[in-house]
């Protein structure tokens, strides 16, 4: 059936205002890369909203006094790979463990949902300190295993969209697998592994943005002045008498969403899949 004209008008309206919803959100960002290209006199006066001018251009200068006088690659290191290794461990354990919970039908599985499930709605608030305490006493304080600290907290949304996945699946495909002589872990990883891709990648940026932006985890574990991952070396851009350092503190800014912002782009349309395959079915 064609559109009326009714419909037309109406996805005519909602695209000018989805339009003008999608220029308020991408606003801030321009902002930022606006005054990261500009002299800190003309970010911290009336001229913060205006766009540089030949006076207030400065290139990529306060990229690079971000990068060398800062140590801003040592915290990009750091994010890299807490969040490369967290979100690797998150796929891993929480997709093998909803494949458990779905197909092992018993006390123990349904168990292991309900305080996955339930995990999700406890307040970090109120096992931040008791955590802090644990992860000292454990090792768990550097960049290279704080990614257990992460599974723990992560695995809560993981569980729960793999299992609404996996429940759709049909299992007569896993059963061939084992009639050809395929072990559990081969029908995991070369049966369930491919069908699980959308809802893995959906969950990899969800899980992603949520690492690669965390501030509180990393600031209560690991050793500040040892190890700072970007959103902590963002906080530090402090001068003399506690005066904040803008332009380069912009600059950073731009550096750090500039990956998020890859990653979504190319991953996009596994984003809705995977979420609605893994909330909806089953």
């Known amino acids: 059936m064609g559109k009326t004209a009714k419909d037309r008008r109406i996805n005519s309206v909602l695209s000018v205002v989805l339009t003008i919803i999608c220029i308020l959100w991408m606003y801030p960002v321009f902002m930022i890369l606006m005054n990261s290209l500009k002299t800190e006199r003309a970010i911290t006066t009336t001229h913060a ?61 349904k168990g292991m949902y309900y305080l996955c499930v339930f995990s999700m709605i406890v307040p970090f608030q109120m096992v931040m300190f008791t955590l802090a305490k644990t992860a000292d006493s454990l090792k768990l304080n550097s960049p290279y295993n704080i990614c257990i600290i992460y599974l723990g907290f992560g695995a809560g949304l993981a569980v729960f969209m793999f299992t609404g996945f996996v429940k759709s699946m049909p299992i007569a495909i896993e059963e061939a697998a084992m009639i050809d002589g395929c072990n559990p872990l081969q029908i995991f990883f070369k ?47 402090r001068g003399s008498y506690g005066k904040v350092e803008m332009a380069p503190m912009m600059a950073c800014i731009m550096i750090t969403v500039i990956p998020v912002i890859v990653l979504y782009l190319v991953c996009q349309k596994y984003i809705i899949d995977g979420v609605v395959a893994g909330a909806v079915k089953g």
């Open 191 to 237: 049966v369930v592994c491919p069908i699980l891709k959308p809802t893995m990648i959906s969950t990899a940026i969800l899980e992603t943005m949520w690492v690669w932006n965390d501030y509180l985890l990393p600031t209560l574990v690991l050793d500040i002045k040892q190890y700072r991952t970007i959103p902590m070396a963002i906080q530090y851009f």
């Open 49 to 109: 909203f205006e766009l540089p001018t030949a006076e207030t251009f400065v290139g990529l200068k306060n990229y690079i006094y971000g990068i060398t006088e800062m140590d801003f690659l040592s915290s990009l290191w750091y994010s890299f790979i807490i969040t490369i290794s967290s979100v690797a461990l998150i796929l891993l354990c929480c997709s093998m463990c909803a494949w458990y919970i779905i197909r092992v039908q018993s006390v123990l599985s």
